[in-house]
């Protein structure tokens, strides 16, 4: 077996995973940052959101992917 065989993802795959992961986080950071009360702002509701659905969609294309 050689190295690229026991690994599901190339290393492009596993990069723009880590890129996904990183962008949801700072969607969910984005909606803690909405000061309206229970979060009810244009960050809670309407940016926050936005910026969650583009890193399940980064992480989407990074599995169907071909390495």
Same mark, same amino acid.
């Given at each position: 077996?050689?190295?690229?065989?026991?690994? =599901?993802?190339?290393?492009?795959?596993?990069? /723009?995973? @880590?890129?996904?992961?990183?962008?949801?986080?700072?969607?969910?950071?984005?909606?803690? @940052?909405?000061?309206?009360?229970?979060?009810?702002?244009? /960050?809670? /509701?309407? @940016?926050? =959101?936005?910026?969650? @659905?583009?890193?399940?969609? /980064?992480?989407?294309?990074?599995?169907?992917?071909?390495?």
């Amino acid at each position: 077996m050689t190295n690229k065989e026991k690994f =599901p993802f190339g290393k492009t795959n596993y990069s /723009l995973m @880590l890129a996904g992961i990183a962008i949801i986080l700072i969607g969910f950071f984005v909606m803690s @940052l909405d000061k309206e009360e229970f979060g009810f702002g244009f /960050l809670g /509701l309407t @940016l926050g =959101p936005i910026i969650v @659905l583009a890193g399940f969609g /980064l992480e989407f294309f990074a599995i169907l992917k071909k390495s």
